[in-house]
């Protein structure tokens, strides 16, 4: 069943008959139609990175009705708001991204990806859990919420890009340059990532490590495979600078904290042909480094490892990630307590705080000083066919942030 059925269905259904109506939902009920009518205009569109195909236009006329202030640019060809209401010197933002990341084989998935339809109890469509369905619980709680919100001491904000699944160079970091400019850096951010593992609330992102790629070209001699005296194996040498890579020591972090990792990624010599040694080979490899690095001490481990083994080897950095981490301040909000408080009111459980996955926007706002948590739907089917989340996951996700807000945004 598509949401769209659905909703028509609701409006014509008690919340009691609703509830049982879609999928033997319980929790289902009157104010989650909004939720199911954001997800449907939001996860319909088919905004692959770094399009965004309407999906900003949507939100702004939601939150314009709602009082707020819409800028929109576009750099690049990235589509950028920032959406804003209050006048306060307490600023406060929720960050999220429109674009997904393409679908695969269409064939494969169990309903059409940007048609968002019901199987069992789950929602499924490309982008409902990275990350649409968390803009559109953030949107609906605010709509429950802004009504309480003090706007004299607060000033809040939705910063949305289109390419946070690409190269990330013209989104987030491009929001983030607007608003050093016009001294509007917020002091508190929410980032609606997925980060939950088995149910929404259960883990929240209080940082992320950092990554960055090298390619390495290694320069050998190519021969007779038979005469290997006149020739030097470019495999060889690579084979041994990835051994050495691989054994490289790091810190081993923890269950919540992963450490820092380095993965080969690929050992390439082009064309195969057996009675050949390779004359030139190309390695890559990808470093995923927790807080206790940063990026120019990573590149020059590895820089002055690399001369002790080789003296003729070109490096290539690439795709850096700076590595965030919110710690609690010395005064004032503490916004990882409040997400705890918050995510306590609804599930009764207080959250596993993690730095774990991948790279986020996160990292863009961080780095101003900002605080920043990260609690979105469990994220174990995001880039997959089939991309889903359970109705209960997203409706409990408008309910923490309804909570959130409530208190944060207090009159």
Known sequence: MTISSTIKQAKKLSAMQLAQHVSNQKKTASQYINLLNHIECLVSKASITPHDEGCQAYITEQLQALGFSVHQFNHYGVSNLIATIGEGDTRIAFAGHTDVVPTGDIALWKSHPFQPTFVDDEIVGRGIADMKGGIAAMMAAIEKSVSSWDLNEYTFMLLIT?????????????????????????????????????????????????????????????????????????????????????????????????????????????????????????????????????????????????????????????????????????????????????????????????????????????????????????????????????????????????ALLTKLMAS
């Open 162 to 402: 289109s390419d946070e699944e690409g190269e990330a160079e013209f989104g987030t970091k491009s929001i983030v340059q607007y608003l050093r400019e016009h001294h509007l850096l917020p002091e508190l951010c929410i980032v609606g990532e997925p980060s939950a593992s088995k149910q929404t609330g259960d883990v929240i992102k209080i940082g992320r490590r950092g990554a960055i790629s090298g390619e390495l070209k290694i320069q050998g001699k190519q021969g007779h495979a038979a005469y290997p005296q006149y020739a030097n194996n470019a495999a060889h040498i690579a084979s041994d600078i990835a051994s050495w890579l691989n054994h490289l020591s790091w810190d081993s972090g923890s269950d919540d904290f992963p450490g820092t990792s380095l993965q080969i990624t690929s050992i390439d010599t082009g064309p195969w042909t057996d009675n050949i040694i390779p004359g030139d080979s190309t390695l890559c490899f990808n470093i995923r480094y927790s807080h206790v690095y940063n990026e120019l001490g990573i590149r020059q481990r590895i820089e002055d490892g690399l001369m002790q083994i080789q003296q003729d080897i070109a490096i290539d950095w690439q795709r850096p990630c700076i590595p965030y981490f919110t710690n609690a301040p010395e005064y004032g909000v503490n916004l990882v307590s409040e997400v705890e408080q918050a995510i306590y009111s609804v599930c009764k459980r207080f959250p596993r705080l993690s730095t774990s996955g991948g790279t986020s926007d996160g990292r863009f706002i961080a780095e101003t000083g900002c605080q920043v948590v990260e609690v979105g739907v469990p994220n174990n089917t995001i880039h997959q066919i089939n991309e889903r989340v359970k109705l209960t996951d997203l409706q409990t996700l408008q309910d923490i942030y309804q």
